[in-house]
């Protein structure tokens, strides 16, 4: 199995829903990484997971919660998001921290 | 910090012909500098890589080139063809504990039959 596998594709949530957005690799890769990106914008680096151990957060609002609970899967944990948090929220991972990275094909989120 | 500056925004040229996105960079201890392709509504999908110890690798049609003194690398894709057509990211990751990958604003590359 050589993919990132995320799901759901789309979601669309409202503003006092709580959600989550799950990822999935079977590469054996330790590190795993959160990305958000907006239309037309480059992926801009929420979280880092090292070793199932959250490495960097990127000053992300406490309203997004990320969980490794083994080294294969990853969460994103989704609670009263505002509109402008509509994006495509991508995963990736890679076997460490200072190897090529692979993205898994995103979850694009609205929040209405 | 890191960052990283991508030019041009768009580009378009003639099928067959050469494509060339150029970035650059701010940080000296930046190692490793990955390109990916990204297509409308799909992933960014890493296409080639280069580490700050080489100065050119290619791959079929395309390459890329580091100038470390410069602080700043290309893509080159040769033999355009319309499936080419997509959003370029260069990207750049230092050393350290940090280990961010940081992209560039992207280049939208179309390629004109």
């Known amino acids: 199995d050589t993919e990132v596998t995320q799901t759901p594709k789309h979601l669309v949530m409202g503003m006092t829903n709580k959600k989550s957005l799950k990822c999935e690799q079977h590469m054996g890769h330790r590190a795993m990484y959160w990305y958000k990106q907006k239309a037309k914008k480059p992926p801009e680096l929420m979280f880092v997971y090292s070793y199932e151990k959250l490495s960097i957060n990127e000053s992300v609002p406490s309203r997004f919660s990320p969980e490794c609970p083994n080294s294969s899967l990853l969460n994103l944990h989704l609670h009263a998001l505002q509109p402008e948090d509509s994006a495509l929220y991508l995963c990736?991972?890679?076997?460490?921290?200072?190897?090529?990275?692979?993205f898994g094909q995103g979850t694009r989120l609205t929040v209405v | 910090g890191e960052n990283v500056e991508q030019h041009p925004s768009t580009l378009s040229v003639q099928e067959g012909d050469s494509a060339v996105i150029k970035c650059t960079y701010s940080?000296?201890?930046?190692?490793?500098f990955p390109w990916y392709k990204q297509e409308l509504g799909k992933r960014p999908q890493l296409i080639i890589d280069i580490r700050s110890n080489v100065g050119e690798k290619k791959d079929q049609r395309i390459a890329v080139t580091l100038n470390k003194t410069a602080k700043h690398f290309s893509l080159h894709i040769t033999e355009t063809q319309p499936e080419d057509s997509a959003v370029y990211f260069c990207a750049i990751k230092g050393r350290g504990g940090a280990q961010k990958l940081v992209f560039g604003q992207g280049t939208r590359l179309t390629i004109n039959p």
């Open positions: 940080d000296s201890a930046s190692n490793y």
């Open positions: 990736a991972s890679s076997r460490f921290l200072n190897t090529e990275a692979f």
